[in-house]
C-alpha cells in the first residue's frame, strides 16, 4: 500500500514509517481535512474501509465526509463534529456508512482531533476511521442471545413452578411430593442438557430413551428407532413422558418384577412420527380407579407440546402407550451431536425408590460444592445418614487445604465459581479416596476431567447422594 521500505526504514523505520506500522496493524484509515483550504486528505487505508475514492478532493465545507453516511445516522455525527469544531479539540461517533463502490453497509466509529490557529479558529481536523462492522455484529448477537436466555430462564421457571403445583395438588405427604417433583425435575433438567450440548438446535429421541432408561433394571429395558430430532419444546414433552411412564413402570408396572421388560419404539411417518411404550411380563394390569397427574401429563401436555396426540392402554398384559407427533415437533440434525448418556453417568439418577437407608455411621465425607444452599442440604442429608461430614468446602483453596484430613469418601462439585476441582480429584485419586461428581455440566459422555467417578446431575436428591457415598465405601 505504501511501497516498500527503504534499506534505511528496514534498519530504522521513521517516524512517518512507524505511524504508519501502527495504523495498519490497528485496522484504522486516516483522513485530514483542510478547513482554511477546504481540501479533504483520504488515505489508501480510509479508502479501503469506505470505498471512497484515495487522494485529496473538495472538502465542500465538511460535506464530503457525509456524502455516504447512512441519512438515519447523519444528524448525530454532524452534531458531534459541529460542536467539537465550535469549543472542543476532538470529537468521535459511529455511524452506518454506505460504500458508494459496491452498495455495502459498514459499521464506522471515526475519532477527529481539532487543530486551532492562535486566534482559536479550526484550521485543520486530523483523524481516523475503523470498520467496526464485526463489533456490532458480535454485540447484536450477544444482546439477542442474552434476551434469548432470558426468556428460556423465565420459561423453565414458570415450568418448574407449575410442575410443583401440579405435583403438590396430586399428593398427600411431604415425602411422596419430594419424590414425585425431583423425580420430574430430573427429567426436565436431563433433556435440558442434551439441548445445550446440541446448542439448543435439538435432542434425540434415543438419548433421551437413554436418559430415562439407559439404568432402569439392566437387561429389561430397550428402545430403538431412526435418527430423529425434536424441538427443544417436543424434547422437554417427551423426557417428562418418559420419566412419568418409567416412574409407573417401576412401582407399579413391569420394571417393578424381575421378569417384566419395557421395549420402545418409534418410527418416522408422513406428517411426523410415532412412538409406542410397551411393557410386558409384569403383573396384571387393570385401570387406575382415579386419574393421577402423570396420565394428565401424557394425554394433555405431552400430546399437545407433540403437536399430536398421546393414547393410553391399560391392557391386562401390560401398559401400552402410543405417542402420535406432527412435523413441528420435528427439529433438523444439529451440527453438533451429543454423545448418547452413558449407563455410568445415568445410574444415580434413575426413578427407582430407595428400597434401604443408607448407612453412612463413622464415615468421613469430604463436600466441596460451592453453592450453599446445595452444600447445606448435602452437610444435612450424609449426617443424618451418620456421616461426619468434612467441609463443607466452598472454594477450590479451602478444599486442597482439608485434604490433609482422614476423608473415606468424597462428593464433588465439577466447577467450584468458574474453576475446576480437578485438582482435588487428582489428590484423592493419588490417595485411593473414592469420590463421586455432583455436577449442573453436561458432559453426556461421562465424568468431568475423564475421571473414573460416578456423577449426579443437579438437581438431585440428597437420599440418593447418601445411598450412592455408600455405594462407594461397600467393598466390591
Known amino acids: ?155 423453565v421457571l414458570a415450568a418448574v413452578q407449575a ?21 420430574r425435575l430430573k427429567a426436565m433438567a436431563s433433556a435440558n442438557e442434551l439441548l445445550t450440548a446440541a446448542r439448543w438446535r435439538g435432542a434425540a429421541v434415543d438419548h433421551l430413551a437413554a436418559a430415562e432408561l439407559g439404568a432402569i433394571a439392566p437387561g429389561q429395558t430397550s428402545w430403538r428407532g431412526p ?3 425434536l424441538t427443544p419444546r417436543a424434547a422437554n414433552a417427551l423426557a417428562l413422558a418418559f420419566h412419568e411412564l418409567a416412574a409407573n413402570a417401576v412401582k407399579f408396572g413391569a420394571l417393578s418384577m424381575d421378569s417384566g421388560r419395557v421395549d420402545v419404539r418409534w418410527r418416522r411417518v408422513s406428517e411426523g412420527f410415532e412412538l409406542d ?42 401398559v401400552r402407550v402410543r405417542l ?45 460444592e460451592d453453592a450453599v444452599l446445595l452444600a447445606l442440604e448435602l452437610e444435612t442429608g450424609l449426617s443424618e445418614a451418620g456421616a461426619q461430614v468434612i467441609g463443607p468446602a466452598y472454594e477450590l483453596e479451602e478444599a486442597m487445604g482439608l485434604l490433609d484430613r482422614p476423608i473415606d469418601a468424597a462428593v464433588l462439585d465439577a466447577n467450584l465459581n468458574g474453576r475446576s476441582v480437578a485438582p482435588v480429584a487428582e489428590a484423592l485419586t493419588a490417595r485411593r479416596v473414592p469420590f463421586l461428581f455432583a455436577t449442573g455440566y453436561g458432559e453426556t459422555g461421562g465424568a468431568p476431567g475423564g475421571f473414573d467417578a460416578p456423577v449426579i446431575r443437579k438437581p438431585y436428591d440428597v437420599t440418593q447422594v447418601a445411598v450412592a457415598v455408600a455405594e462407594l465405601l461397600t467393598p466390591a
Open 227 to 229: 435418527e430423529l430430532f
Open 1 to 155: 500500500m505504501y511501497g516498500r521500505m527503504t534499506r534505511q526504514e528496514v534498519g530504522r523505520p521513521t517516524d512517518r514509517r512507524r505511524l504508519e506500522l501502527a495504523l495498519e496493524a490497528a485496522g484504522l484509515g486516516e483522513f485530514e481535512w483542510d478547513i482554511e483550504r477546504d481540501r479533504l486528505a483520504v488515505s489508501e487505508r480510509m479508502a479501503a474501509i469506505t470505498g471512497l475514492a484515495a487522494g485529496e478532493h473538495a472538502a465542500e465545507g465538511g460535506r464530503a465526509l457525509e456524502c455516504a453516511v447512512h441519512p438515519d445516522d447523519l444528524p448525530a455525527l454532524r452534531q458531534s463534529r459541529e460542536r467539537a469544531l465550535a469549543a472542543g479539540d476532538r470529537f468521535e461517533a459511529v455511524f452506518r456508512h454506505v460504500r458508494p463502490d459496491d452498495g455495502a453497509i459498514v459499521c464506522v466509529r471515526t475519532t477527529g482531533i481539532v487543530v486551532r490557529a492562535p486566534d482559536g479558529r479550526p484550521v485543520r481536523v486530523t483523524g481516523v476511521v475503523q470498520d467496526i462492522t464485526g463489533h456490532e455484529l458480535e454485540e447484536e448477537r450477544r444482546t439477542s442471545l442474552m434476551a434469548e436466555l432470558d426468556h428460556r430462564v423465565k420459561n
Open 277 to 318: 411404550w410397551a411393557e410386558t411380563g409384569g403383573p396384571r394390569v387393570a385401570p387406575p380407579a382415579t386419574r393421577g397427574f402423570g396420565s394428565t401429563l401424557l394425554e394433555q401436555v405431552t400430546g399437545r407440546e407433540l403437536n399430536g396426540q398421546a393414547e393410553i392402554q391399560y391392557r391386562p398384559s401390560g
Open 163 to 183: 410442575l410443583a403445583y401440579q405435583t403438590a395438588r396430586q399428593t398427600t405427604s411431604l415425602d411422596v411430593f419430594l419424590q414425585n417433583f425431583a423425580g
Open 324 to 368: 402420535r407427533a406432527g412435523a413441528g415437533a420435528i427439529a433438523p440434525r444439529p451440527e453438533t451431536v451429543p454423545e448418547a448418556p452413558s449407563a455410568r453417568v445415568t445410574e444415580l439418577v434413575s426413578p427407582r425408590p430407595v428400597n434401604r437407608p443408607s448407612n453412612l455411621k463413622g464415615a468421613r465425607v469430604l463436600i466441596v
